[in-house]
């Protein structure tokens, strides 16, 4: 259905893809720089290490690592994992966790690491995003469902306006646990151990809720297994229909400048499904109703990772199968550390998360034990530094990765370096500086000659007041009447569909100015 829902968008707009050079650098000659440089690097350089295929077949001729086993994570030096009064209560619910059945497949983690693969080529687009940690009661059908149809609106979006598929990734059906900056926190004088993420402890400030709990490690595996049933059945079922993108509008967004703006577009799509159907890909065929869709979170929780790993029969290679997709946090990529020991021998896509302190060359080691065989689509690079530091930054981490010959998807994650203390007290995020820092993001790429694979999102479907600004503009005195989330702010669904809006126009910019270099290098032939 991507591929289709790429077909009626491209059907609805007036310019067609580009062909550009595979992973390392786009066909145009990358604009210098106005930073000091760290590398020198020819034009178009060539991997130094060869690129291995997605597929089984492929898969299984590259081993894992053959010094690594399930366990031997516990050999290294472990941060951000709790401390349970009860070590074998944890134990017991481990070996429970061992024989449940797994919540993702293989299969799906190699078709999701074959797109990304695409992404890191610039020829589809990562949205990634949910929950900053999702939360237990907040578990219902109508909160999944609001935020997968924002999906699918800033999917229709971009998909519109960089005219590619768009490869969707939920921050969800795991994304519980979260990392801190201390292990205590203090209010009114009293001292408790720092909320974690609901599969670990619970957010009250009181000592019996504070204690970590091994018990909601099962009901967390449970509320992934029922969120991504519910997922799978809104992907597949109908819902996702493209003769449905009228429909997908949230009530309270109605009313907005996105809603006007994604009903002109919808408009479009449907003239571009009635000329489909004219063509014979009629609304009864399955590509025409069902969407591809990942789910994706943090690891973190390495006793939790380790009892859902399997063993695949087809390859012979290790999966994480609690999501398609881990990411690595930028407190816990020790290059010795237990995290990447776990993450190197999982044969699941990865993502590392990246601040302003990452050393270029520290970059290049983790990404070389993470993807010794430098597959396609296995590492995605997610940027979160702020856009002052991205400009500056990002030019040194690109040039690095590409002089080592590394093929990576990069992406942005304009959340993170953005977040400050309203005058409440209230942690809040402007949204004029994550569209700086996502304008930055492009620019940089833009001028390095590589390709911007995607945005990373902290997002919700609900109408909550957590950051400040966008068109419905959100004010500080805002805060207080809807600030829901249990860890940090995100996103609402009108702010989501606006940027969704600047980052397709942005997308639809470069297309056509690769559209005309091309057209102008082919007439001087």
């Known amino acids: 259905m991507a591929l289709t829902a790429t077909a009626a968008a491209s059907a609805a707009g007036s310019a067609n893809l580009t062909t550009r050079n595979p992973f390392l650098s786009r066909t145009t000659t990358p604009k210098p720089t106005t930073h000091f440089k760290l590398f020198t690097l020819p034009k178009n350089p060539k991997p130094t290490i060869s690129a291995v295929s997605s597929s089984p077949s492929a898969i299984s001729s590259t081993a894992g690592p053959s010094d690594w086993a399930l366990d031997s994570w516990k050999s290294k030096t472990a941060h951000q994992l709790p401390v349970y009064p009860d070590p074998d209560e944890l134990q017991t619910v481990l070996t429970t966790l061992e024989t449940f059945p797994p919540i993702v497949f293989a299969g799906e983690a190699r078709r999701l690491e074959t797109l990304l693969g695409k992404a890191a080529q610039g020829e589809a687009f990562l949205l990634q995003g949910g929950d900053c940690a999702e939360s237990f009661k907040e578990f219902n059908a109508n909160n999944i469902r609001d935020t997968f149809r924002v999906f699918l609106q800033m999917a229709i979006t971009l998909i519109y306006g960089a005219q590619m598929p768009v490869i969707k990734v939920g921050r969800m059906a795991g994304q519980f646990a979260k990392p801190r900056s201390d292990n205590f926190e203090t209010r009114d004088g009293v001292k408790l151990p720092s909320y974690r993420g609901d599969n670990i402890n619970g957010d009250a400030f009181d000592e019996k809720s504070r204690i970590p709990d091994p018990q909601r490690l099962l009901r967390a595996y449970l509320q992934s297994v029922g969120t991504l049933n519910l997922l799978r059945a809104f992907a597949t079922g109908g819902y996702a229909a493209m003769q449905r993108v009228s429909d997908w509008n949230l009530d309270f967004v109605e009313h907005s400048e996105q809603a006007n703006r994604y009903m002109e577009l919808a408009q479009r799509v449907d003239e571009a499904i009635g000329f489909l159907s004219a063509?014979?890909?009629?609304?009864?065929?399955?590509?025409?109703?069902?969407?591809?869709?990942?789910?994706?979170?943090?690891?973190?929780?390495?006793?939790?990772?380790?009892?859902?790993?399997?063993?695949?029969?087809?390859?012979?290679?290790?999966?994480?199968?609690?999501?398609?997709?881990?990411?690595?946090?930028?407190?816990?990529?020790?290059?010795?550390?237990?995290?990447?020991?776990?993450?190197?021998?999982?044969?699941?896509?990865?993502?590392?998360?990246?601040?302003?302190?990452?050393?270029?060359?520290?970059?290049?080691?983790?990404?070389?034990?993470?993807?010794?065989?430098?597959?396609?689509?296995?590492?995605?690079?997610?940027?979160?530094?702020?856009?002052?530091?991205?400009?500056?930054?990002?030019?040194?981490?690109?040039?690095?990765?590409?002089?080592?010959?590394?093929?990576?998807?990069?992406?942005?994650?304009?959340?993170?370096?953005?977040?400050?203390?309203?005058?409440?007290?209230?942690?809040?995020?402007?949204?004029?500086?994550?569209?700086?820092?996502?304008?930055?993001?492009?620019?940089?790429?833009?001028?390095?000659?590589?390709?911007?694979?995607?945005?990373?999102?902290?997002?919700?479907?609900?109408?909550?007041?957590?950051?400040?600004?966008?068109?419905?503009?959100?004010?500080?005195?805002?805060?207080?009447?809807?600030?829901?989330?249990?860890?940090?702010?995100?996103?609402?669904?009108?702010?989501?569909?606006?940027?969704?809006?600047?980052?397709?126009?942005?997308?639809?910019?470069?297309?056509?100015?690769?559209?005309?270099?091309?057209?102008?290098?082919?007439?001087?032939?």
């Open 279 to 525: 063509a014979g890909v009629t609304g009864d065929n399955p590509i025409m109703n069902t969407i591809e869709f990942w789910i994706s979170h943090e690891c973190l929780h390495l006793p939790y990772e380790q009892a859902l790993t399997r063993e695949d029969s087809t390859t012979g290679r290790y999966y994480d199968c609690s999501a398609h997709m881990l990411w690595v946090g930028e407190r816990t990529r020790q290059l010795d550390g237990a995290h990447v020991e776990f993450l190197r021998g999982v044969s699941n896509p990865l993502g590392i998360k990246v601040s302003d302190k990452m050393d270029p060359n520290e970059l290049v080691k983790l990404c070389e034990i993470l993807n010794p065989h430098n597959r396609p689509g296995r590492l995605t690079i997610i940027t979160r530094m702020g856009a002052d530091n991205m400009r500056i930054k990002l030019p040194h981490l690109i040039r690095a990765v590409r002089q080592a010959g590394l093929i990576v998807t990069w992406v942005s994650d304009p959340m993170h370096g953005n977040t400050i203390k309203a005058p409440c007290g209230l942690k809040t995020r402007p949204f004029d500086a994550i569209r700086a820092e996502l304008r930055a993001f492009f620019d940089v790429h833009d001028q390095e000659g590589s390709y911007p694979g995607g945005v990373h999102l902290e997002m919700t479907g609900q109408n909550v007041t957590e950051c400040i600004g966008g068109s419905k503009t959100v004010t500080f005195n805002d805060l207080n009447s809807r600030y829901h989330t249990h860890c940090d702010p995100r996103l609402n669904a009108s702010q989501s569909l606006e940027l969704a809006f600047l980052i397709s126009d942005r997308l639809r910019k470069d297309r056509l100015k690769s559209s005309r270099t091309e057209m102008n290098g082919n007439a001087s032939v």
